[in-house]
T-cell receptor, first 115, second 115 residues
Framework: AQSVAQPEDQVNVAEGNPLTVKCTYS??????LFWYVQYPNRGLQFLLK??????LVKGSYGFEAEFNKSQTSFHLKKPSALVSDSALYFC?????????????FGKGTRLSVIA | GAVVSQHPSWVICKSGTSVKIECRSL??????MFWYRQFPKQSLMLMAT?????????EQGVEKDKFLINHASLTLSTLTVTSAHPEDSSFYIC???????????FGSGTQLSVL
């Protein structure tokens, strides 16, 4: 079975400081990993994904995430947070070998960037 | 990138009425569409997967007679909440794929409020 854990409900960070939103996953095989962002009353927007290759993935709006197989983690990071980054962030996973089964989402982490 | 249009964004209805939500892929053919439900401060819960021209596959616990899904063309899927009740009030989001989970695009969501 596939699962995703986002251990933090809320992350607060001052504007200009680095931010990290944590995600760990569990799949039986190799993972496809995704980060999405959701603004109030809106659908999800794709940020970045890891399929294969370089463990450090760069995505939209200056975000990046590092795939760590030994720790089964895919933490989202940004060197310098902006107030406009405040939103709800979802990590998602799918087992590469599971055919076309749907993504499994974490419960989300609310990021608040304080000016 | 690819665009998925979801309509309406907001709907308020009386208990007992039916509500139809449309999900359209505007610039690509969506062989598969997914419908999610999101409760406040919670993650996306997959309701069903629909493939064009075939019956939708519902997740465990989702009433197929309550939530009717039609995917009659490669660009349109509809979700009809039949005989809506206040407990059906939620945020519904669709997503569409033109080739696997790696290429998944989300609609902007529909906030349903049943009075």
């Amino acid at each position: 079975a596939q699962s995703v854990a986002q251990p933090e409900d809320q992350v607060n960070v001052a504007e200009g400081n680095p931010l990290t939103v944590k995600c760990t996953y569990s799949v039986s095989g190799n993972p496809y990993l995704f980060w999405y962002v959701q603004y109030p009353n809106r659908g999800l927007q794709f940020l970045l994904k890891y399929i294969t290759g370089d463990n450090l993935v760069k995505g939209s709006y200056g975000f990046e995430a590092e795939f760590n197989k030994s720790q089964t983690s895919f933490h989202l990071k940004k060197p310098s947070a902006l107030v406009s980054d405040s939103a709800l962030y979802f990590c998602a996973v799918r087992d590469v070998n599971s055919g076309n089964t749907p993504l499994v989402f974490g419960k989300g982490t609310r990021l608040s960037v304080i000016a | 990138g690819a665009v998925v249009s979801q309509h309406p964004s907001w709907v308020i209805c009386k208990s007992g009425t039916s509500v139809k939500i449309e999900c359209r892929s505007l610039d690509f053919q969506a062989t598969t569409m997914f419908w999610y439900r999101q409760f406040p401060k919670q993650s996306l819960m997959l309701m069903a997967t629909s493939n064009e021209g075939s019956k939708a596959t519902y997740e465990q616990g989702v009433e197929k007679d309550k939530f009717l899904i039609n995917h009659a063309s490669l660009t349109l899927s509809t979700l009809t909440v039949t005989s809506a009740h206040p407990e059906d009030s939620s945020f519904y989001i669709c997503s569409a794929s033109n080739g696997g989970q790696e290429k998944l695009f989300f609609g902007s969501g529909t906030q349903l409020s049943v009075l």
